[in-house]
């Protein structure tokens, strides 16, 4: 027996509901709605609504129309991925996405984040330039702010730029939907599928998730936890292979926080210049220091046309609304091809919001204001933080001391599996960052990284504490 | 003789105001502002400043600071390319580059562009949606709308399909930034560097930019200007060939404007499931449909899990938000992660002012209206730029009819040269596209995408009345 055409029409409004397209509590679109989209008759969808309150899916409020039952269960939904928790060994990818995941889990204090704490940031402040930006947004706004992106934007972070000493002109800055689409653009503009590029070791696992994706072959360089980077390293693997491009942090690196001290920025460049080797310079968080002075970036060497200096305001002024850029050097005009065949450009309003903002900022030190206060919350956390890893962690763990950021970079020593931590970690809602996310081999696997920007609290207090004791059993065996 | 380190510093904010770091009339940093920014005395920052001003390029305004003096010339900016002008042969990038600048020339009539004409959107509701949007936004926002992307705007989405009786499930949905990166994304989600993908010949230019880019190779398949993608060429195709993908817009393709005819699309998805090649399904024009039946995508057969259906708001309510989606089947967690790896996420606020607006639109009946006015509008202006083209152009000219969408197709015959015409034209102040864009070979070297989304008057009737007259010089030889 073939289905009646009022019962496949039922069906379809079941899926639906299953798949929350509509909610309890939601009206579903009129019979007459029903009738014109289905080209069925009244009848036969007057029929398929009383099949479905007959079920109890639906009820029926006189005058009003049909609603999703209210107490009707939902539905399992799609869900996450759980392979992790039971593997002995974590994937690098998996362990990535879960992560991001935890940090969207509001019962899991995610240490493991790579996020800022969201409330450090002025969003009512943000919010009234987004207001008045858009009420005074041209309808050729769409086209004015294609690629290199806004002028008045570009032109307040060139002032950025020029008061620490550092000479990039407008023209040279092309606006991106965030840092990391800098990176992946960098990283297209100077290499070729096949090539070589130098990364840190360990490094920001969207160099490693990037130089994959484009099918690049990568020379890890070691990285220490206080110097960074280290040249002679870089200066041995220039002269082994045929490298393209090198891709750095030169101030409080992702994950060890460690800042290049100047000679070491000045024999890295050296050696980059002899080589010809373009750098892509990831500094997203040199705003983010805790001394009284700001890290120079390699950017502000005479070898700046052919540095792809990424950075963004996510870090420290207005995470989600996606806005970055890259002071390209040379490569200014291949960016913005680059990004004109991807995603085209970067979202107007928020451009138009941030130039405001900056703009008002320069005037009245309203951004300057909330980056001194910025720095000072997260230098304190930080402290609070690290100060309670001394205490509890076993003392053979080792713990970073950076001056800037929000990371700390904990070595709990080679008998210490941290995707077990991790693992053990999550299960009483904590997550961390365990070391194999920093490399694409099992180097770090006794390494942690911690985020350090969230409000020293029970909470926090309370999640050192588990690791420190899940740390102490792991050691014990 | 050695600069000394006034005159340095002079040359550094003498080349800050040539870049245009400053602009005539700015205010240059305080001299104390100076001094701790470079760390020279104050008398060594006076003297800079003394000595820019007795070159008349800053003015002391006496109780407020040094300005940049009004009158300096400002310096030549970065030139645009203008290799294409000159050229014999036209570059496809290049020229691809060039009409997007040619649309934010306002001395250009943009024929050429590939954007409605921008003041065909409700941009004060808009502002209104995005004013609303942002006050209500919790800190927590930007993590909790990554990747799918935010769930009001994606169940907005949903319902939408489901009213025009598509099955796809909020969670299906993934939120991009535009529907260039949905295409992008499902691209490296259904192949690896060096597949075989079948396009469309002509075809979108982006989507022979992506295939580029992503080292692939491409079957073009032959296209008709009222039918769309033959059937019968591209089962040929699969047979030949290991074709991994097949790209393709069934409705109002751009440039052609056709829309395959039911009984084509329904013998493509068999084809297509025949063979198991996934379909990336570009849609962005589908809600610009001049009758009174929206066209069903092929995402509306039974073969949906395999088909990426990429659309976004850009061309239909709001231009430069960059908000689009990807309907993605059984592909939504690559396509999560890809752009979890590329661009993170979809910028926060926009998406949020976009649930906003469409929740209000679903009550008031908003955006539907905006959408009908939208249609009549741009069925007016393609009617009346189609009769001109009809009335003015030479008699061998052949002009596509489209039953939606804002393009005309031009075939100018054998012998006249579109590229020479594109040349010409814009030396008059008029852009179009050279048929030369969509395609990789020259296959389409005499014809033209004309934008029909302006309003029709004295501006753009002479814009067609220069391009009759080019091509009729050009027919004469």
Redesign the interface.
């Known amino acids: 027996m073939t289905e009646s055409r009022y019962e496949t029409l039922a069906r379809?409004l079941r899926?639906?509901i299953d798949?929350?397209?509509?909610?309890p509590g939601d009206r579903l679109?009129s019979l007459r709605?029903s009738c014109k989209?289905?080209g069925l008759s009244l009848m036969t969808v007057l029929q398929a609504y009383q099949l479905l309150e007959s079920q109890g899916v639906i009820v029926a409020r006189p005058q009003s129309g049909y609603y999703v039952a209210a107490g009707l269960q939902r539905p399992v939904?799609?869900q996450p991925?759980e392979r992790l928790h039971a593997a002995e060994q974590v994937d690098v990818?998996d362990a990535?996405?879960d992560i991001?995941k935890a940090?969207?889990d509001p019962s899991v204090v995610p240490l493991g984040?790579a996020?800022p704490d969201?409330?450090l940031?002025p969003?009512p402040r943000?919010?009234r330039s987004?207001?008045s930006a858009?009420?005074r947004?041209s309808?050729?706004?769409?086209?004015?702010?294609?690629p290199p992106g806004n002028e008045e934007l570009r032109?307040s972070i060139?002032?950025r730029?020029?008061?620490?000493?550092i000479?990039v002109?407008?023209?040279e800055i092309v606006i991106t939907?965030?840092a990391?689409?800098s990176l992946?653009l960098s990283l297209?503009a100077v290499t070729e599928?096949g090539d070589w590029v130098a990364i840190e070791s360990p490094a920001f696992y969207?160099a490693l998730?990037?130089i994959e994706?484009r099918?690049l072959k990568a020379i890890a360089i070691p990285t220490d936890v206080r110097f960074g980077m280290d040249p002679d390293a870089l200066e041995k693997a220039l002269e082994t292979y045929p490298v393209k491009a090198c891709w750095l942090m030169s101030s409080f690196q992702n994950p060890l926080g460690c800042t290049m001290p100047p000679e070491n920025k000045a024999r890295l460049v050296d050696i980059l210049q002899r080589h010809q080797v373009a750098l892509i310079e990831d500094d997203v968080y040199s705003e983010l220091y805790f001394g009284s002075e700001r890290p120079v970036p390699l950017k502000a060497s005479s070898y700046r046309s052919e540095i792809l200096h990424c950075s963004s305001f996510?870090k420290c002024l207005a995470?989600?609304?996606?806005?970055g850029w890259v002071a390209a050097g040379k490569y200014v005009?291949r960016i913005?091809?680059l990004q004109?065949?991807?995603?085209?450009?970067?979202?107007?309003?928020?451009q138009l919001?941030l130039a405001d903002f900056l703009q008002k900022g320069g005037q009245q030190g309203g951004y300057d204001t909330h980056l001194r206060r910025l720095r000072r919350v997260l230098e304190q956390r930080q402290m609070a933080m690290h100060h309670a890893i001394i205490k509890e962690f076993p003392a053979q763990v080792s713990v970073s001391q950076p001056q800037g950021g929000y990371f700390l970079w904990l070595d709990l020593g080679d008998n210490v599996d941290a995707a077990r931590v991790y693992q053990r970690a999550l299960a009483k809602g904590v997550s961390v960052a365990p070391g194999t996310m920093f490399s694409a081999d099992e180097r770090f696997r006794h390494c942690l990284r911690i985020n350090t920007s969230f409000e020293w609290g029970p909470h926090t207090a309370r999640a050192i504490s588990v690791l420190a004791g899940l740390v102490a059993e792991e050691i014990q065996g």
């Open positions: 379809t899926r639906q798949t929350q397209v509509w909610l679109p709605e989209q289905s939904r799609r991925d990818n990535i996405f991001l940090g969207q984040s996020f969201p409330t940031f969003q943000l919010a987004l207001a858009v009420r947004m309808p050729h706004s769409a086209t004015a702010n294609l032109r060139a002032r730029y020029a008061q620490n000493g000479e002109a407008p023209d939907s965030g990391m689409e992946g297209q599928p969207g998730q990037a994706r099918k996510s995470p989600g609304f996606r806005v005009e913005e091809r004109l065949m991807s995603t085209l450009s970067a979202s107007v309003p928020v919001a």
